[in-house]
């Protein structure tokens, strides 16, 4: 049983100008009573969300309003400033595609670190091993340091470890629009056949496209705001209804 | 403090296999491999051992040897621990942005290969002393190693491991916040290497009257607990054990403390 509920959710950054600091300057500012020159950036607010078992959610919405950090929020990176988490089940996340990789070490080594960091032993990896590289479709290239893989490359290899692994939970953040036609293809019904065993899939994207055929419900963030909540229909309509300016069709 | 323990356990195989992929990065373009990275303690024993044993080691060069070779061991595990090990968040960011994994797990990966790297040379120390002692002087009960010995360290092995990644987590914490706590560390262990009993006797300190330099002096505990037993022959005294213990503790408990406090607010700062 997988489940994400997010209760009166809030999440505060406090950005800071310099984000390093010395304990020279540390001390010189505290001498000159300069007083600290941070902004506090409220990502999400107020956020409420139930996602059960055999849910698909797509989450869309401009530029900045704060779903990358929703999907880091539910995968337990930020811990929230404010309101509870509650998260049941093992998380694969798909986040940036050049992280979490040790680029002096071989494709085959990469797979085992990553596959090891979600939780995988050496034993259950070896038989998915082969599986996996297969799926890659990167043949030879697995032999060389992944420093010298493009950005679709990377992509195929960290998709392949996160969707072998059958999270109960899979989150994936806009990483798709990478790859190349077949393996998009490709990729869309490996996650279809994720759906029929894995419980949850979260799916944050700018292809709206993509969030009508694989969600089946979405949520539309504004400035950390859930502006609207519903079957993915709905609310992928009305998001383009009030970027294109259209007027929206008759509300329900 | 228990919750991250079994989480690390949990990752386990993470762990390993970054710290066989750190060890294979260190050693993989050097032709000596191993031994070239152990060229910087043999070397400054070497000089030290032409140029101060009638100075500082009262002209016993084969005893005078071990004590140094045996100190540079654990000083240099103890050093590059907290110096290295301060840098592990800042390191591993990518994947403490990708998954929420305890992060000690990061510190105890840069302190398993320092662990690692220190027991060869620890190793090589051993084998030295055996060797010179047995070919310079007449080797008796006293001056022989004692291969009980081996398990006496032990417990001072141990301690200065928990120590040690104890100190490089407090400290890695910190240095997320302010970035020149690794300079200021290896200022730090600048002064501490020359207040510590590594390159000349305890002796020379005590003559002297500095006897209160050597109590207070942490690092010379744990030098005590594994150097005492390998060249005395003797099972570390239970006070210096028991200090020891206290001390490990203490710096376990400040470590967890700065866990718990900054924990939900480092990755902000990264």
């Known amino acids: ?252 | 403090m228990i919750q991250h323990l079994t989480a690390i356990w949990k990752f386990r195989h993470f762990l390993y296999a970054l710290v066989r992929l750190d060890l294979r990065l260190r050693y993989r373009r050097s032709i000596l491999g191993v031994g070239w990275s152990l060229l910087n303690p043999i070397a400054m024993t070497l000089v030290f051992a032409v140029v101060f044993s009638s100075l500082l080691g009262g002209g016993d060069v084969p005893r005078y040897v071990s004590h140094l070779l045996i100190g540079m061991a654990v000083w240099g595990f103890l050093r590059e621990s907290a110096v290295s090990g301060c840098r592990a968040l800042i390191a591993n960011e990518s994947y403490i942005r990708q998954s929420p994994l305890p992060y000690n797990l990061y510190t105890l990966r840069t302190v398993c290969g320092q662990a690692i790297h220190s027991m060869i040379a620890l190793v090589v120390a051993v084998l030295g002393m055996v060797i010179v002692t047995a070919a310079t002087s007449q080797p008796t009960a006293q001056t022989m190693l004692n291969p009980l010995a081996l398990l006496w360290i032990v417990p001072g092995l141990i301690l200065s491991f928990i120590a040690a990644w104890a100190v490089a987590t407090t400290f890695a914490f910190i240095n997320v916040y302010f970035q020149d706590t690794q300079h200021l560390l290896e200022v730090a262990a600048q002064v501490v290497f020359f207040m510590t009993p590594i390159i000349y006797f305890p002796s020379n300190l005590e003559s002297k009257g500095y006897w209160l330099l050597l109590t207070m002096n942490p690092v010379n505990l744990f030098l005590d607990l594994i150097r005492t037993p390998l060249m005395n022959g003797q099972p570390p005294s239970e006070q210096i054990l028991l200090a020891g213990a206290a001390l490990t503790t203490v710096l376990v408990r400040l470590a967890a403390g700065t866990t718990a406090w900054l924990q939900k607010r480092v990755v902000f700062h990264l």
């Open chain 1, 1 to 252: 049983m997988a489940k994400i509920e997010l209760d009166d959710v809030h999440l505060t950054f406090k950005v800071h100008q310099q984000k390093r600091v010395s304990f020279k300057e540390y001390i010189v500012r505290g001498l000159f009573r300069r007083g600290a020159s941070a902004v506090a950036v409220h990502a999400l607010a107020g956020l409420n969300l139930d996602v059960r078992d055999g849910d698909r959610l797509g989450i869309i919405g401009h530029n900045g309003a704060g779903k990358s950090t929703l999907l880091k929020l539910i995968a337990g990176i930020y811990p929230p400033t404010g309101g509870k988490r509650d998260v049941l089940g093992s998380i694969c996340s798909l986040f940036d595609i050049s992280l979490g990789f040790e680029p002096e070490a071989s494709g085959w080594d990469n797979i085992t670190y990553r596959a090891y960091l979600q939780g995988e032993s050496p034993a259950s990896l070896k038989g998915k091993i082969d599986a996996i590289a297969e799926f890659t479709e990167l043949g030879d290239f697995l032999d060389l340091p992944v420093r010298h893989y493009s950005a679709g490359m990377l992509m195929r290899l960290a998709f392949s470890i996160a969707t072998a692994i059958e999270p109960e939970i899979l989150l994936v953040d806009e990483v798709l629009a990478v790859g190349d036609l077949a393996f998009q293809k490709k990729a869309q019904t490996r996650m279809k056949e994720l759906m029929s065993t894995a419980r949850i899939m979260v799916l944050v994207a700018h292809d709206l496209g993509t969030i009508r055929a694989m969600c089946n419900r979405a949520v539309w963030l504004e400035h950390g705001v859930a502006k609207m909540a519903g079957p993915t229909e709905k609310v992928v309509e009305a998001y383009i209804a009030s970027v294109t300016g259209k007027p929206a069709r008759a509300a329900a």
